[in-house]
């Protein structure tokens, strides 16, 4: 599925996986999330409930431009730099422009809709 963000005004495209997570993220659109920085790696942000974890992986690598959910504190991540091994990191999707990852790195808010 393709979504469109939209960072502090400008907007972008993102393609979620086909999995029971992104597909319940998608249920959740639109939806607007407020962000800040986490380990100068990623923004974070919550979602308004729990999402749909079952089949995912227990644990994956993310690389910069992915859009993960972290189960164990339940909140959204969204990668600007690749990340750690992570044990509970439920990848959702990706951006399909990796020349947006400066933008994502200073974003304190994205909006989030069906494309």
């Known amino acids: 599925m393709r979504i469109r963000l ?3 005004g400008r907007q972008t495209g993102a393609t979620l996986h086909d ?16 962000l800040e920085d986490f380990h100068q790696t990623e923004r974070v942000g919550d979602p308004p409930r729990a999402l749909d974890t079952s089949g995912a992986p ?4 993310p690389r910069a431009g992915d859009l993960a959910y972290y189960a164990p504190w339940g909140n959204l991540a969204f990668f600007y730099r690749d ?4 044990p509970g990191l439920v990848l959702l999707g990706h951006l399909t422009d990796r020349r947006e990852l400066d933008r994502m790195a200073r974003a304190t808010q994205v909006r989030i ?3």
């Open 6 to 8: 939209t960072l502090d």
């Open 19 to 34: 999995t029971p997570a992104a597909r319940d993220f998608a249920a959740l659109l639109p939806l607007t999330v407020e």
């Open 58 to 61: 227990g644990s994956v690598t």
């Open 83 to 86: 990340g750690e091994h992570s």
């Open 113 to 115: 809709e069906a494309a």
